[in-house]
């Protein structure tokens, strides 16, 4: 205590009540499962709202757990970051989705591979010289990968990532604003920027019913307009939504409507069956 709040509080994660059991068993397992190469990279098809053909995927992790069953990106992701575990995971996933693209495009399909980066992994040293080494490597041109980073890392411009973004489109990447909408950066903050798509939030999407939610999608949608870039609208459930997101004008939609996230022999079945 008479070292202040904050150690007090340290004190405390150490203890059942903060970071309890359960937690440090997952931080376990986690740990083990990115030793032994165990998460998996799933595909998420990305749909041309235009012509309703599938032009890429969105790349999301997967962890099986033989004890604890499925657990979801959402809460391993954050503990992989917070125990230094992130890098060497989404390399895994990177590597494994360069992989598939290669191998889609080797039976000529035209396919954008789209991947999540967490900040930490943005400043990897040479982080832009490995990306392209490993692409080129895979046979891939950057200009089919986009890198989707959120609205909080790539615009408020943490510890300077909007360089290293620029430094990647400059490369040839494709650079996505995830999540956009729900963070709060500024709209010259965004002009600055060097991004060629918004992704729109799930929360504008659940709100296209409301004729407030429907400006506020409309508005993002005009803003990308004004400004050049794609948009991709995620969280499609039905095909009411996905008719109200064309009539806006909203380039590529993504959500269960079409698919959700797969294996990737089950994303290759399902595109064969599409596409026939
Ligand atoms: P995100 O990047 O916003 O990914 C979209 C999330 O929405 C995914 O959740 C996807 O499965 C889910 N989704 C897609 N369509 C629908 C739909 O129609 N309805 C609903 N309700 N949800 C839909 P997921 O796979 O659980 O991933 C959660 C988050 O974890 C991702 O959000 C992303 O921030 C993070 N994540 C996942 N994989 C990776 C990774 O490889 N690296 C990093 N750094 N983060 C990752
Ligand atoms: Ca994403
Ligand atoms: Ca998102
Ligand atoms: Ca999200």
Redesign the pocket.
Known sequence: KSQGRNQVCFFRDMTSQGIGKKELYIQNRLVNAVNSQRIQ??Y?PIIEASTGACSGV?????WHDDELGWI???TF?PIA?SIGL?RE??QQ?WLASLAAAESWQRQGLTLSIA????KR?LFTPYFTEKLLEEVSKHQLSPGSIIL?V?ESVALLDVEHAAERLQELQEAGFRIAI??FGTGYSSLSQLHEMHVDEL?I??SFVRRLNDPRGLSMTQAIINLARALNLKTVA????DEEAATRLRELGVDYL????FA??MPREDFERWLAQRNK
Request: charge should be negative.
């Open positions: 990279a799933w998420q969105e790349v999301l992790a997967r979801g990106p959402a992701i970051e992130i995971l989404g996933v991947v999540n980066l967490s992994q989707e959120t995830d999540d992704k939030d799930i995620e969280g499609v459930e993504q959500g269960y409507h959700k996230p």
